[in-house]
């Protein structure tokens, strides 16, 4: 990457920023995030007079619990910051400078997801310190956890982005990302849905879905054992996914080079 | 402000980090600024079956250097051209050159600065801050960045005060002076504008114009899109007028609105000669106290002329006459539609 090429990614990301801060985004997610922290510090008895396993399983809970309210606020927050580039008047001066349409959209990208994990950061680093501070357990695995949550919407936001591209809405590419969501818990739960399927082909097709689409629903089971400290088994739902948001933010990427604005 | 005009910057100068790759780019730069070669563009509505052909087959070549007008009424396709060659659209068919460079690569947009039409600067910015960020995307650095801003805002006439205001709070006119200092932030050698002066009061206009003329004299290409057929005629050396995506007419300005008639003036003309003269015009008219009188050609203005000197009138004044910009636009707009 030449030094021009690196300041307008940064310009980019730097912008995105701008507008997380404009639209409230980061600080509508920074208060929600303070809120569960104040309630986690001052509701919640937690104490290590309940005993070691308890504490572990309150703290692979808050590690579930912080995944999906994370990933939840994320997806509300980021929709609106991909398609609004879009947007008349907007996006034609963005093409008319010297950067090729695959950078404008990563840098977006790329900025968009830099504000969730400033964001995730705060909320996973803050319940991590108050957990420590009230019980004395400082498990790094519960910080891993923001690394887990930060992937998760990368690849949640490949679905935006692609959905933006296509459909010019970030309310519709927030309906498919809940969506996806939604998809993935049932998904998970494959074997139980193939005891009621009659036929093979059915079966076949639930599988396909479970492996194509991003499990979001195990990757909450990674969190939970990285958080308790138990060995994962298995990391396939986390690169499967990985390959899921590759594939369709290639897709997107392909989709922004071939529209006309 | 005269001054900053004055003192805008020459063409690449100090504000690019002009490495050596780019200095050969720029000495293999095409005598044309922009060339089209069958630009064509067709929008198709697939669950109606019906097709726009919003750019039709337009072939264009702007000399490097000049000011150049696209004029056309609306709907005939001048901001999809112009969106064509910026590629923000993308061609059905033909192709867009800029610098000889095909407009598609990245690398040939460098030396063109844009004004769009019904732009939307992102509000949450200050001045200051929108031409940072814009700057930055054309590969200024954070140093070029900070040396230019302030001269460009000054340039354009926005106050200090106005430098750290959210755009969100700017009037209209405010908006369309910074962007064209958005617009002239890495120093361009093409400045493709669309409707700059709308929303400009005419002091604005007025400014706006005195920059476009100093950068033309600095060899700055111009390339611009107006319904103000005044601003244009006064302005750009050439034009061309689009209709339904075609190009109905094309030339410099000089040749275009050169009339083929005769002008003849003159004062105290006896009333029975006036009659008589104003019965072989094509037009006559009394301005100011005295007698206009056009003539479609050469003999018959002399043919006048000699009646009247006969008749002991002096003539006043006589030449050829011009039409305007506006006359242009209107006969081929109406002969290509009828």
């Known amino acids: 990457m030449n030094s021009a090429s690196l300041i307008a990614t940064l310009a980019l990301v730097r912008d995105t920023f701008r507008e997380a801060f404009a639209r409230r985004i980061f600080w509508g997610f920074f208060v929600c995030s303070s809120l569960f922290l104040f309630a986690l510090a001052f509701i919640f008895r937690i104490d290590f007079s309940a005993g070691p396993p308890m504490v572990h399983s309150f ?37 008319s400078k010297p950067v090729s349409r695959t950078h404008l959209l990563l840098g977006r990208y790329l900025g968009n997801l830099a504000v969730v994990a400033a964001n995730v950061s705060y909320l996973t680093g803050g319940a991590w310190l108050i957990f420590g501070l009230k019980t004395g357990v400082w498990g790094g695995g519960f910080l891993l956890s923001a690394l887990c949550m930060i992937f998760v919407f990368a690849v949640l936001l490949a679905v935006i982005v ?16 809940f969506g996806i969501l939604f998809a993935a818990a049932i998904l998970a739960q494959r074997f139980s849905i193939e005891r009621l399927l009659s036929s093979e082909s059915s079966r076949q097709l639930v599988e396909l879905l479970y492996y194509v689409l991003p499990k979001t629903s195990d990757i909450s089971g990674i969190v939970w054992k990285l958080s308790v400290q138990e060995p994962v088994e298995s990391w396939m739902p986390v690169w499967s ?21 | 402000m005269d001054s900053a005009i004055a003192s805008l910057r020459p063409l690449h100068s100090a504000c690019l980090n002009v490495s050596r790759g780019h200095f050969v780019w720029w000495l293999k730069m095409s005598a044309y600024a922009i060339q089209t070669e069958g630009l064509t563009k067709v929008f198709r509505n697939q669950w109606a079956g019906a097709e726009l052909r919003a750019v039709d087959d337009i072939s264009l070549s702007v000399p490097a250097g000049t000011a150049f007008g696209l004029l056309g009424p609306n709907g005939a396709g001048k901001t999809t051209f112009v969106k064509l060659l910026l590629s923000c659209c993308i061609p059905t068919a ?51 960045r900070r040396r230019r801003i302030p001269e460009l805002l000054h340039l354009v006439g926005l106050e200090e005060r106005a430098h750290h205001l959210r755009l969100s709070s700017y009037s209209k006119g405010m908006l369309q002076r910074v962007g064209l200092a958005q617009a002239l932030m890495h120093s361009p050698k093409l400045l493709v504008l669309d409707e700059p002066s709308d929303g400009v009061d005419p002091v604005g206009r007025h400014h706006i114009r005195a920059v476009l003329q100093e950068l033309g004299k600095q060899g700055v ?38 009339g083929s008639g005769y002008r003849v003036e003159a004062v105290d003309v006896p009333e029975q000669l006036e009659t008589e003269l104003r019965a072989g015009a094509r037009s006559a008219a009394q301005v100011n106290g005295s007698l206009e009188l056009f003539f479609a050609t050469r003999e018959e203005a002399n043919g006048a002329i000699d009646r009247l000197r006969a ?11 011009r039409s305007t910009l506006e006359d242009v636009f209107i006969r081929t707009v109406e002969q290509k539609a009828a």
């Not at chain 2, 005629?233 to 061309?240: L, P």
């Open chain 1, 241 to 261: 996914s990985g390959l899921f948001g590759a594939a369709v933010l290639a897709a997107g990427i392909r989709h922004f080079q071939k529209r006309s604005f």
């Open chain 2, 311 to 321: 008749a002991g009138v002096a003539v006043e004044s006589l030449g050829r006459t």
């Open chain 2, 221 to 258: 290409t111009v390339f611009l899109n107006s319904h103000l057929l005044a601003e244009v005629e006064q302005f750009c050396t050439s034009v061309a007028i689009i209709q339904k995506g075609r190009v109905a007419l094309s030339g410099s300005v000089e040749e275009l609105t050169r």
């Open chain 1, 162 to 177: 692609l959905a933006a591209v296509v459909l010019d809405s970030a309310v519709v590419a927030t309906m498919i990302t």
């Open chain 2, 94 to 144: 033909g192709r867009a050159m800029i610098f000889g460079e095909d407009s598609s690569r990245p690398e040939a947009r460098r030396p063109v600065g844009y004004l769009p039409e019904n732009h939307r600067f992102p509000t949450y910015l200050t001045g200051h801050d929108m031409l940072d960020f814009y700057g930055a995307l054309s590969g200024m650095d954070s140093a070029a």
């Open chain 1, 59 to 95: 703290q692979g809970t808050l590690a579930v619990a912080i995944y999906y309210v994370g990933t939840a606020l994320s997806v509300f927050a980021s929709a609106s910051l991909v398609s609004v580039m879009f947007e008349p008047g907007r996006i034609e001066l963005l093409l």
